[in-house]
């Protein structure tokens, strides 16, 4: 049974997402297993290529745990991609060094049904869940996590990044039925995915759209707020109490509409939004993720602290989990991080 009382549960994360306000607000950071940690930097000299990292257990539990050694932080998230789900899917996916993530083939030249799905390609993301959980402290909360339709079906069509997301945004407008049916294939696959992530021990999950600020109202809707909400049922139906975050980068005032109609246990604001604002127009029993910019945390020192206190003020009444706006930066210093935690644990 949830603590109704308000004080604070061995997890402190996971309570705050059940929307149980904290004394301290628990944190964690986006990225915040990675290349800014020497350890990590450290491990990949030896070990190779990040696909090679993400699909060996042994490698991605270390990885996942180096930020809990270190920092102690309330969440320890799945060291893994966003780009697995096309890669089980059935594109063949590969990282260049300096350029970002390649699907092949494009689904812009070809057609979703063409592709051999590969499921069992999710496997030993499972596995390293499983040694993760394991291996964490008591008090920390494992998060999962996946894509959210959109911005994965944005790599599956183009076959990479990009700035505009242009050729997908072309696609769903010109033919919505097939882009319709790539979407369908995502929301399936995520859904299973997802549920094998907390059937191996994760104990809440965040959906990431990195492009949702891309597209118009309507296009919102109907790419971002419809498969998420579709996500979101079937994930409930099959572990209706784990935790859902939705993290709409860029949505701005498409916000309230999302955490209205996706259903989302608790929502991440990027750094673009004004913490205030977000507190005036969400729901007051919706608990929000967020919103540091991480060049914020890049920079330090008082821009550091005035960022942190602004966040810590806006949302002092309503649950609140403490993050940045995005990931974190490559070459942050360890010593600012430390100096956020340091503020925002109320030691400063």
Same mark, same amino acid.
């Given at each position: 049974?949830?603590?109704?009382?308000?004080?604070?549960?061995?997890?402190?994360?996971?309570?705050?997402?059940?929307?149980?306000?904290?004394?301290?607000?628990?944190?964690?950071?986006?990225?915040?297993?990675?290349?800014?940690?020497?350890?990590?930097?450290?491990?990949?000299?030896?070990?190779?290529?990040?696909?090679?990292?993400?699909?060996?257990?042994?490698?991605?539990?270390?990885?996942?745990?180096?930020?809990?050694?270190?920092?102690?932080?309330?969440?320890?998230?799945?060291?893994?991609?966003?780009?697995?789900?096309?890669?089980?899917?059935?594109?063949?996916?590969?990282?260049?060094?300096?350029?970002?993530?390649?699907?092949?083939?494009?689904?812009?030249?070809?057609?979703?049904?063409?592709?051999?799905?590969?499921?069992?390609?999710?496997?030993?993301?499972?596995?390293?869940?499983? !040694?993760?959980?394991?291996?964490?402290? &008591?008090?920390? +909360?494992?998060?999962?996590?996946? %894509?959210?339709?959109? /911005? @994965?079906?944005?790599?599956?069509?183009?076959?990479?990044?990009?700035?505009?997301?242009?050729?997908?945004?072309?696609?769903?407008?010109?033919?919505?039925?097939?882009?319709?049916?790539?979407?369908?294939?995502?929301?399936?696959?995520?859904?299973?995915?997802?549920?094998?992530?907390?059937?191996?021990?994760?104990?809440?999950?965040?959906?990431?759209?990195?492009?949702?600020?891309?597209?118009?109202?309507?296009?919102?809707?109907?790419?971002?707020?419809?498969?998420?909400?579709?996500?979101?049922?079937?994930?409930?139906?099959?572990?209706?109490?784990?935790?859902?975050?939705?993290?709409?980068?860029?949505? !701005?005032?498409?916000?309230?509409?999302? &955490?209205?109609? +996706?259903?989302?246990?608790?929502? %991440?604001?990027?750094? /673009? @939004?004004?913490?205030?604002?977000?507190?005036?127009?969400?729901?007051?029993?919706?608990?929000?993720?967020?919103?540091?910019?991480?060049?914020?945390?890049?920079?330090?020192?008082?821009?550091?602290?005035?960022?942190?206190?602004?966040?810590?003020?806006?949302?002092?009444?309503?649950?609140?989990?403490?993050?940045?706006?995005?990931?974190?930066?490559?070459?942050?210093?360890?010593?600012?991080?430390?100096?956020?935690?340091?503020?925002?644990?109320?030691?400063?």
């Amino acid at each position: 049974m949830p603590n109704l009382s308000g004080s604070p549960e061995a997890k402190p994360l996971l309570a705050t997402l059940r929307g149980i306000r904290q004394p301290v607000p628990p944190i964690w950071l986006m990225r915040q297993a990675g290349r800014y940690l020497p350890e990590y930097r450290a491990l990949r000299e030896t070990k190779g290529r990040f696909l090679d990292l993400a699909m060996d257990p042994e490698a991605a539990t270390e990885i996942t745990l180096q930020p809990i050694r270190r920092f102690g932080m309330d969440g320890a998230i799945l060291f893994s991609d966003i780009l697995i789900v096309p890669w089980a899917l059935g594109q063949d996916l590969r990282f260049e060094a300096g350029e970002g993530p390649r699907l092949a083939p494009p689904l812009v030249e070809t057609v979703l049904d063409s592709l051999v799905c590969r499921p069992e390609r999710l496997d030993p993301v499972y596995a390293t869940v499983r !040694g993760v959980a394991a291996s964490l402290p &008591a008090t920390t +909360t494992l998060l999962g996590f996946a %894509g959210s339709p959109w /911005t @994965v079906a944005t790599y599956m069509v183009a076959g990479q990044g990009s700035r505009d997301q242009a050729e997908t945004r072309a696609l769903a407008y010109g033919d919505p039925q097939k882009f319709g049916a790539i979407i369908d294939s995502i929301v399936a696959m995520t859904i299973d995915y997802l549920g094998g992530q907390i059937e191996a021990g994760v104990e809440a999950v965040q959906l990431f759209d990195s492009w949702a600020g891309s597209l118009s109202p309507d296009q919102f809707e109907r790419w971002v707020i419809a498969p998420t909400a579709a996500i979101v049922g079937g994930l409930k139906a099959r572990h209706p109490d784990v935790p859902i975050i939705g993290f709409p980068k860029g949505a !701005g005032g498409k916000l309230v509409a999302y &955490a209205r109609e +996706t259903g989302v246990d608790a929502i %991440g604001i990027d750094e /673009t @939004v004004d913490p205030a604002w977000a507190d005036a127009i969400l729901p007051d029993d919706l608990p929000v993720q967020g919103n540091l910019d991480p060049l914020a945390l890049l920079a330090g020192g008082a821009a550091l602290d005035a960022g942190v206190d602004r966040i810590l003020a806006a949302f002092h009444n309503r649950p609140h989990v403490f993050n940045l706006g995005h990931g974190i930066g490559q070459f942050t210093p360890i010593a600012h991080v430390e100096r956020l935690l340091t503020r925002v644990r109320g030691k400063a």
